[in-house]
Protein backbone atom coordinates (compact mmCIF):
# COMPACT_ATOMS: atom_id res chain seq x y z
CA UNK A 1 0.00 0.00 0.00
CA UNK A 2 2.98 2.52 0.84
CA UNK A 3 4.61 1.71 -2.41
CA UNK A 4 1.17 2.25 -4.46
CA UNK A 5 0.72 5.83 -2.69
CA UNK A 6 4.47 6.49 -3.29
CA UNK A 7 3.99 5.74 -6.75
CA UNK A 8 0.73 7.16 -7.17
CA UNK A 9 2.55 10.54 -5.56
CA UNK A 10 5.52 10.55 -8.23
CA UNK A 11 2.98 10.04 -11.36
CA UNK A 12 1.78 13.67 -9.71
CA UNK A 13 4.98 14.99 -9.61
CA UNK A 14 5.47 15.00 -6.41
CA UNK A 15 9.19 14.28 -4.34
CA UNK A 16 8.98 10.96 -2.59
CA UNK A 17 11.52 9.44 -0.66
CA UNK A 18 11.83 5.42 -0.28
CA UNK A 19 14.20 4.68 2.24
CA UNK A 20 15.57 1.92 4.00
CA UNK A 21 15.18 2.58 7.73
CA UNK A 22 18.71 1.38 9.21
CA UNK A 23 20.48 3.15 5.88
CA UNK A 24 18.47 6.40 6.29
CA UNK A 25 19.75 6.22 10.02
CA UNK A 26 22.99 5.41 9.40
CA UNK A 27 23.55 8.72 6.93
CA UNK A 28 21.64 10.69 9.96
CA UNK A 29 24.61 9.43 12.23
CA UNK A 30 26.88 10.68 9.53
CA UNK A 31 25.25 13.83 8.89
CA UNK A 32 25.53 14.40 12.12
CA UNK A 33 29.07 13.91 12.50
CA UNK A 34 30.01 16.11 9.54
CA UNK A 35 27.36 19.02 10.57
CA UNK A 36 24.96 18.48 7.58
CA UNK A 37 22.32 17.06 9.81
CA UNK A 38 20.41 20.26 9.04
CA UNK A 39 20.79 19.76 5.81
CA UNK A 40 19.69 16.57 5.36
CA UNK A 41 16.59 16.95 7.78
CA UNK A 42 15.56 19.84 5.40
CA UNK A 43 15.79 17.69 2.40
CA UNK A 44 13.46 15.30 3.93
CA UNK A 45 11.23 17.86 5.06
CA UNK A 46 10.95 18.83 1.33
CA UNK A 47 9.31 15.39 0.49
CA UNK A 48 5.89 14.92 0.54
CA UNK A 49 6.02 11.69 1.07
CA UNK A 50 8.00 9.27 2.70
CA UNK A 51 8.34 5.48 2.76
CA UNK A 52 10.19 3.75 5.14
CA UNK A 53 10.86 0.34 4.88
CA UNK A 54 11.55 -1.60 8.70
CA UNK A 55 14.15 -4.75 7.97
CA UNK A 56 14.56 -7.01 10.57
CA UNK A 57 18.47 -7.23 12.36
CA UNK A 58 20.04 -10.10 11.03
CA UNK A 59 21.40 -12.47 13.77
CA UNK A 60 24.30 -14.62 13.13
CA UNK A 61 25.55 -17.70 14.95
CA UNK A 62 28.91 -19.40 14.50
CA UNK A 63 31.98 -19.52 15.86
CA UNK A 64 34.69 -16.59 14.79
Known amino acids: MASA ?9 YRVL ?3 TPK ?8 KADASYIKEITK ?3 LWYTTLR ?3 PTIT ?3 Y
Request: net charge positive; proline share 0%.
Open 5 to 13: LGQQACMLG
Open 24 to 31: IFAKLKMA
Open 54 to 56: CTK
Open 61 to 63: YGN
Open 44 to 46: IER
Open 18 to 20: YAN
